[in-house]
C-alpha cells in the first residue's frame, strides 16, 4: 500500500506533458500509397482533436511488422493501430468477402456494405477476437504486373510466381486462375521481384508506384479483379483503457476520413496509371467476362467453407443495386 502510494504522488508530480498519450499506428503501406495518406490524414486529426492530451505517429511500410504480426501486437496489446486490409479474414472468415474477385462494384458500393454488412456484423466478430474497428478506408482496386506476359485471361496467369498478400482467399482465387500464388510481406515483394524469385505480383497502382515495382516489372495489366477496403483497427485492451475523449476523438476522424480516402484514392488511381505507363511499362486492358467465369469456383468455395457465406454474397451483391 505504502509502494502503490508513493507511485501515485510521484506521477501527480509530473508536468502535463510528460502525461500525453503517446499513440503508435502502424502499416505496411509506403508512403505514397493510399493506405498511408489516409492513416498519416486520420493521425493528423486525431492530434488535432486532442489538442496535446494524445499524440499519435504514423510508422510505415511495416516498420511495425507485417499485417499479421501487427495484429497479433495489437491483440496481445503492444501496439496501439494498424491497418490491415487482406489480413483480416484471418481474424473472422467472413472478412474472406472482400477476397471474393469482381464482387465490390464501386465506392458508392462498397460504403453501403460497410454501413449495412461490416459494422453491424463484422466489427462485433472482431471485438470477441480483441480488436476494435476504428473505421472502413481504402487499399484500393487491384491489377496484375508480371515479367512474362501481358495478362489477357486468366489461362495467361498458368505457372506464374505471383505474390499475394496474407489472406487464405486471395491464395485460392489465383490458383483457380492456374497462377502459383505465394503469399509475403510488402516490404519483401521489390526484392523477390527483382531477383526472380517471383513473376509478379497484384496491387493497387498506388502501391505498385509507391513500392516502385515499376522499376522491375515489365508488363501491366488491368484486370479490377478485387477492390480491397482496409480496415483501421485498435487493440482492444488497449481502448478500453483509453479515456473516453480519445475514443470519441479516434471514431469521429475514421469516420470523416472515409469519404476522404475514397476521393482521393479516385484520383491517386487515374494519376499513378499513368506514370507507370509513362515509366515504360507495357500496359494492357484484361477480359474481364473470362476472369470473371474463372471465379466462380471461388465463390462455390467461400459458400461452402464460411458459415453464412451465401447469404454474405447474396446481400452484398443486391446493394450494388439496391444501394443503402
Known amino acids: 500500500m505504502l509502494g502503490l502510494i ?15 498519450l503517446e499513440l503508435k499506428f502502424g502499416t505496411t503501406n509506403p508512403p505514397g500509397g493510399v493506405q498511408f495518406l489516409s492513416a498519416e490524414e486520420f493521425v493528423g486529426r486525431v492530434n488535432a482533436k486532442m489538442a496535446g492530451k494524445a499524440k499519435m505517429e504514423v510508422f510505415h511500410s511495416g516498420q511495425l511488422g507485417s499485417d499479421g504480426e501487427m495484429l497479433q501486437k495489437l491483440k496481445l496489446g503492444t501496439l496501439d493501430m494498424s491497418q490491415p486490409s487482406t489480413a483480416m479474414s484471418n481474424i473472422a472468415p467472413e472478412f474472406g468477402l472482400f477476397d471474393l474477385p469482381y464482387l465490390v462494384k464501386d465506392r458508392k458500393h462498397m460504403a453501403c456494405i460497410a454501413e449495412k454488412i461490416v459494422w453491424p456484423e463484422l466489427a462485433p466478430k472482431m471485438e470477441r477476437q480483441g480488436y476494435r474497428l476504428i473505421g ?24 506464374v510466381k505471383l505474390r499475394v498478400p496474407q489472406g487464405t482467399w486471395r491464395v485460392r482465387m489465383f490458383q483457380a486462375y492456374g497462377a502459383n500464388p505465394t503469399p509475403m510481406a510488402f516490404s519483401e515483394v521489390f526484392v523477390a521481384l527483382r531477383t526472380g524469385v517471383l513473376d509478379g505480383q497484384e496491387n493497387p497502382y498506388t502501391n505498385i508506384l509507391a ?23 485498435a487493440s482492444l485492451r488497449r481502448w478500453n483503457a483509453w479515456p473516453e475523449d480519445v475514443r470519441k476523438a479516434m471514431l469521429d476522424a475514421g469516420k470523416e476520413v472515409q469519404p476522404w480516402t475514397y476521393e482521393v484514392a479516385a484520383k491517386e488511381e487515374e494519376d499513378t496509371k499513368k506514370q507507370l505507363i509513362a515509366a515504360g511499362m507495357l500496359f494492357n486492358l484484361a ?15 467461400f459458400a461452402k467453407e464460411v458459415p453464412g457465406g451465401r447469404e454474405l454474397i447474396d446481400r452484398a451483391l443486391k446493394l450494388a443495386d439496391s444501394g443503402c
Not at 148 to 155: A, G, M
Not at 212 to 232: A, D, G, M, R
Request: avoid cysteine; aromatic fraction near 10%; charge should be neutral.
Open 6 to 20: 508513493a507511485a501515485m504522488l510521484v506521477l501527480a508530480g509530473l508536468p502535463a506533458a510528460a502525461q500525453t
Open 136 to 159: 472502413v478506408w481504402e487499399n484500393g482496386v487491384r491489377h496484375i504486373s508480371n515479367n512474362l506476359r501481358p495478362i489477357v485471361k486468366p489461362e495467361d496467369l498458368k505457372g
Open 211 to 233: 513500392g516502385k515495382f515499376q522499376e522491375v516489372q515489365k508488363y501491366l495489366s488491368e484486370t479490377n479483379h478485387i477492390y480491397t477496403p482496409s480496415f483501421p483497427t
Open 287 to 301: 477480359d474481364r467476362a473470362a476472369f470473371v467465369k474463372a471465379s466462380e469456383p471461388v465463390y462455390e468455395l
